[in-house]
Structures are given as C-alpha cells and as structure tokens.
C-alpha cells in the first residue's frame, strides 16, 4: 500500500511569507496532484505532475520522482491561501483511484 | 465544483436508515469516481465508473454501501442501515480518460448519521 506523509501538519505564517508543503509517498506512482480544500468547501484540483515543475500564479509545484517527493510553493502568501492543502498520489492515468495525505492545514495571518 | 453537483449538501439520518447520495458531472466526463472524507482526514477511495460501467469497488467499507450509474451520467451511492461511523464526507469527482486531465470534485455531501 502506498503511504503519503505530508508536512507539515499545520503552518501558520505571515501574510508575504514564502510557504512550502512537503509531500513523500512510498511506492512508484503514474501522477502526483496537488489539492486545495476550503472549510465547508469542495476539493480544488490545482496540478497534476508525473514529472518536474508546474507554474500557476503565485504556486509552484515541483515532484522528484527518484526521490519521491514533491513540495507545493505557495510566494507572496495572502490570507485568502488559508486552506488545507492535500496531496495525493495516482497509479494509472485514467483511474484516478488516488490515495490521498491527510493534509496540510494553512492559515496566513495578515 | 467546476461542473460537479452533488445533493444534498447536508444529510441528517436516524442509524438505521436508508440514505441516497447524488452526483451530476454536468459535462458528461467519462469516468466517476467517490471517495469518503473523515474529519480531520485525507479522502479515501469509495468506487469507480467509466461510463456505467463499476471499474472498481475496492474501497466500499461493507455490503451496506452500494453505488450505481444506470445512464454513464448520474450516479447514487446508497448507503443501507447507516452507522454512525458512516457520518463522513462524501465527495463526488470526475476526470476524461486523458494523460493529465484534471480532477473536478463536487462540494460534497455532508452525511451525520445519529
């Protein structure tokens, strides 16, 4: 089975602070997502990597797969990033029977 | 959900009762999946669909829970004789049968059974 450990678990940080999530899984994967969880709120999708780095805005995500590992960067934090953020794995492109971390809770403090 | 509707938003059942859960992927994607979120947890795989056909249903927790979709489009997960440790989060999520096609969730169904 595969495990994936996030961390950390919950970060609180300064409103223009430069934040990163870390995210390790234990077995070979086919796609590695990056998801954002709002409370009370539907899951986002905001990347899906099988290999190297993936820009979008103000995120950054990047995935070593010798290493199995992947970081979410999150520059000029702002208060409205206050999410978890979940990161889960997949085996086969097409059946997304992904398994997920269980999460890193941001808040950013303005 | 960008395209995903799920209903109701919330449900209340006395343990015991029958309760049906709904997902509308709007867009006609492909495959459908469920997954089931425990507070203060990740989500765990329910089922998957493609089309209508049930690709897998590894991740069902017991022969009460039973998901279906009759036209490839809607799908009902039905959840028999509830417990309350099925009062959970159950999420709704649709993708193509693409490389790299995003994951679109629904806003979930918040189910507390008492």
């Known amino acids: 089975k595969n495990e994936v450990e996030q961390s950390p678990q919950n970060l609180t940080a300064q409103e223009g602070e430069f934040i990163t999530i870390n995210c390790s899984y234990s077995?070979?994967?086919?796609?590695l997502h990056w998801l954002q969880q709002h409370p009370g709120g539907g899951i986002v999708s905001l990347f899906m990597?099988?290999?190297g780095k993936k820009k979008h805005g103000r995120l950054i995500a990047t995935i070593n797969i010798q290493e199995k590992h992947s970081s979410l960067h999150i520059t000029a934090s702002h208060p409205r990033d206050s999410a978890v953020y979940i990161c889960?794995?997949?085996?086969?492109?097409?059946?997304?029977?992904?398994?997920f971390g269980t999460g890193t809770r941001l808040t950013i403090i303005p | 959900g960008a395209g995903v509707s799920q209903s109701p938003r919330y449900k209340v059942a006395k343990r015991g009762q029958d309760v049906a859960l709904r997902c509308d992927p709007i867009s006609g994607h492909v495959s459908l999946f469920w997954y089931q979120q425990a507070l203060g947890q990740g989500p765990e795989f329910l089922t998957y669909f493609q089309n209508e056909a049930q690709l897998d249903k590894s991740g069902l927790p017991s022969d009460r829970f039973f998901a279906e979709r009759p036209e490839g489009s809607v799908s009902t997960l039905k959840i028999q004789r509830t417990q309350q440790e099925d009062s959970a989060v159950y999420l709704c999520a649709k993708t193509r049968v693409v490389v790299d096609s995003p994951l679109h969730f629904g806003n979930g169904t918040r189910l507390t059974v008492t």
């Open positions: 990597l099988s290999s």
């Open positions: 889960a794995v997949g085996y086969n492109f097409g059946n997304e029977k992904l398994t």
């Open positions: 077995v070979g994967i086919s796609a």
